[in-house]
């Protein structure tokens, strides 16, 4: 039996790293501004704090027009977007600040990632399965 090793960039791949390069813009755009689960928020579009009683008929802002850029175009869980940002976080793309809110910064190897994928330069930030 021969196995075939594709160089090809599956769909899940690429949603992969379409949500990797939103997330390390966010992140990079607007540095200690976001914890973990804002920023999975704002990238799957969904309201950035759970509102509180919504009267019936009213409509929940979902997110605000300065935050629209980061939205991904794929639908996203919350828990999956979460995920994905851990493993930047374990990969050493992203890190926490210290302290009782942490939020995230970009380390050295999310700036280069991040401008390798701005200038197109990079090679696939998702491997084959």
């Not at 929940?60 to 828990?79: F, G, K, Q, T």
Request: charged share 20%; proline share 8%.
């Amino acid at each position: 039996m021969e196995l075939v090793h594709s160089t090809e960039t599956s769909e899940a791949d690429l949603a992969v790293e379409a949500a990797a390069h939103a997330t390390l813009r966010l992140v990079g755009d607007l540095p200690g501004r976001f914890g973990r689960l804002r920023a999975a928020r704002i990238l799957g579009g969904r309201p950035i704090s759970p509102p509180p009683a919504v009267l019936e008929g009213q409509t929940i802002p979902i997110v605000s027009d300065n935050y629209a850029v980061y939205v991904l175009e794929h639908s996203w869980r919350l828990a999956d977007l979460c995920d994905l940002i851990d493993a930047m976080l374990s990969g050493g793309l992203l890190e926490r600040t210290p302290g009782m809110r942490p939020t995230l910064v970009l380390t050295r190897a999310g700036h280069r990632a991040l401008e390798a994928l701005e200038n197109g330069s990079s090679g696939p930030l998702v491997g084959p399965s």
